[in-house]
């Protein structure tokens, strides 16, 4: 019997195809090597619709939908919290392992011109969901934690980009500047924002400091259409509508630094306002980059929940019918290309798995 089942044994073989492994890891890891930091646009997007939600479920805000009830503002606001989060830490969780197993592409990401921008959007994505966490409040020991956990990256990445800019020769502003360049600065205000809210007005008032200077340096770069602004092909044309978010973030930044909305938040927000229509005058501008979907059609989210939001908080401020039309055509819309947005990416979640980025595409030796 005992020799019986060593003959058996002997004769049970696995087989084992070296080539068939290799296809399947690859496989596995293909969505890893196509991901990069603009992925993170998604977050950016679902951490600003959770804080508009939540804005408006204020029983102190003038509500713009006033159809739907308290409990229900309360209900999506933390139903989209939650989703935010979620993504958040799923996304998190793969630029990780794109940073252990593909570090030579996030370095080559890094040195982009465009990309190293989007190097701001998973701090400022969590900044956004810590203003809007519905369990702690600013004062928190927590709170605040957090928000120098998240704060500190943002800053070190302030002293190298920045720096670059005006110091070295082949990064300089004027070579290197596109729209995306805005995000840098949507991240300082961001973290104002957050700093305001916690009572530390002596920080708020460093980081506004250091993000509207350089967001005045930028615009004016971008608005005299130098070179850097023509490197970006048609697809990431949605980047444009960055113009109207930084405006628009600056008022409620300022906002929270002063305590009231006073004449800059109305200035910035009028800004943002006339940006938006320039951009929404023009659809021809745009009609290229909407033939295939590209993770870039996430920049015309965020920017409009930004814009909601500010018209909101301008609408406290000075009452009236025109105001809060304005505000309810605003936050209808913003949600409308939320929506649309949410469904476009979940039918062609297949193109997102495999990469579809023109310009943030890189070869295995990370060029």
Request: proline share 4%; with cysteine.
């Amino acid at each position: 019997m005992a020799a019986d089942h060593t003959d058996s044994a002997k004769d049970v073989h696995v087989n084992i195809n070296p080539a068939n492994r290799n296809e399947q890891e690859k496989t596995v890891m293909k969505p890893l090597h196509a991901f990069h930091a603009g992925y993170f646009r998604i977050c950016l997007s679902l951490g600003g619709q959770a804080l508009l939600w939540k804005i408006l479920s204020d029983k102190d805000v003038s509500d713009p939908l006033p159809h739907l009830s308290a409990e229900l503002h309360s209900a999506l606001y933390l139903f989209l919290w939650y989703i935010a989060l979620c993504t958040l830490i799923v996304l998190s969780v793969l630029y990780t392992l794109r940073c252990i197993y593909y570090f030579h592409l996030v370095k080559a990401e890094f040195l982009h011109f465009v990309g190293v921008n989007y190097m701001f959007t998973p701090w400022t994505s969590w900044l956004l969901l810590l203003q809007s966490v519905p369990i702690l409040q600013p004062k928190d020991s927590t709170y605040q934690g957090l928000f120098l956990f998240f704060v500190i990256p943002l800053l070190v990445l302030d002293v190298k980009i920045y720096g670059q800019w005006f110091t070295t020769e082949k990064r300089f502003l004027s070579v290197v500047a596109n729209p995306t360049s805005q995000i840098s600065v949507i991240g300082n205000l961001v973290a104002a924002r957050t700093a305001a809210q916690m009572g530390w007005k002596e920080s708020a008032t460093c980081i506004f400091t250091l993000g509207m200077t350089h967001y005045l340096v930028v615009f004016i770069t971008l608005y005299q259409r130098l070179s850097g602004g023509d490197h970006l092909p048609v697809s990431l044309r949605p980047v444009y509508f960055l113009f109207v978010a930084a405006p628009s973030m600056a008022s409620l930044a300022w906002s929270s630094i002063s305590g009231t909305f006073d004449t800059p938040c109305k200035m910035l927000f009028f800004l943002s306002l006339f940006l938006f229509t320039s951009l929404a005058c023009r659809p021809a501008l745009f009609k290229k980059a909407m033939k295939k979907f590209n993770v870039a059609w996430w920049a015309y989210s965020f920017p409009l929940t930004f814009l909601a939001m500010a018209s909101s908080a301008y609408a406290q401020e000075v009452k009236g019918v025109v105001t809060s039309g304005l505000v309810f055509i605003l936050t209808v819309l913003s949600v409308f290309i939320f929506i649309c947005l949410l469904l476009s990416t979940a039918l062609n979640i297949h193109i997102l798995l495999r990469g579809s980025d023109p310009i943030l595409k890189f070869d295995s030796k990370g060029k």
